[in-house]
């Protein structure tokens, strides 16, 4: 059985729990302008047809140009994939090139869903993932059904940070952590505002003496 470009990227045991992509309005947005010239150039070529008939031929070949530019947003759309899977999120993009962007669900702090009046009636959003690391934020724009997403991947965060039995059978040992284990963790009280950058910096240089 091939192995699909999505399953290619996945570790072993990561299960995929949801894909989604943007909303069909947001399709619809990109595909009206393309819509509109193709009626308009139809309406102007059977006006002209009646005066100069060679003009159809003209008429045709002038709606490639939006057809074609139909068919890549179509493309486009079909390949920005949104998935959650029982470790991360990720985002694929492109027709050709791939581009590939994820976040740990370890690292994730919030999740901040936005839904305009549209949005809510027709079901689409904007989910912001905001993550450990101060670069750490990904927007997925006009996603369809995004109560859902946000439900999964915060259903998904919880069984991995309660250590379920999904994640327990990997291994019997307790680790202790490092200490730029113990930098990462003070760094993300940090960024909460636990503590001070002071303080940060203190316990950074007490723990590095140590190595």
């Given amino acids: 059985m091939t192995q699909t470009y999505l399953e290619s990227l996945l570790a ?8 989604t992509r943007n909303h069909g309005f947001f399709l619809f947005q990109k595909l009206l302008p393309d819509i509109f010239f193709i009626f308009l150039i139809t309406g ?3 006006y002209l047809t009646g005066q100069f008939g060679w003009m159809s031929l003209l008429g045709i070949l002038a709606t490639l140009l939006p057809l074609f530019d139909m068919e890549r947003h179509l493309l486009d759309w079909r390949s920005r994939e949104f ?13 050709i090139n791939k581009n590939v962007t994820d976040s740990s669900l370890e690292k ?3 999740v901040k869903l936005s839904q305009s009046l ?3 009636l027709l079901g689409f959003g904007d989910i912001e993932i ?3 690391s101060e670069l750490g934020a990904n927007v997925f724009q006009t996603i369809g059904d995004p109560i859902t997403f946000k439900k999964t991947m915060m259903d998904a965060k919880n069984l991995l940070d309660g250590s379920s039995d999904d994640t327990l059978h990997f291994t019997n040992v307790v680790k202790a952590p490092t200490i730029p284990d113990l930098i990462v963790e003070l760094d993300e009280l940090r960024i909460r505002g636990i503590i001070t950058q002071e303080e940060f910096q203190a316990k950074k240089k007490e723990l590095l003496s140590r190595m």
């Fill in 83 to 95: 998935i959650i899977t029982n470790r991360r999120v990720i985002q694929i993009s492109g027709i």
């Fill in 130 to 132: 905001l993550t450990a």
């Fill in 108 to 110: 994730v702090n919030d």
């Fill in 118 to 120: 549209w949005g809510r």
């Fill in 44 to 46: 102007v070529s059977v």
């Fill in 12 to 19: 072993n045991d990561e299960r995929i729990l949801l894909i």
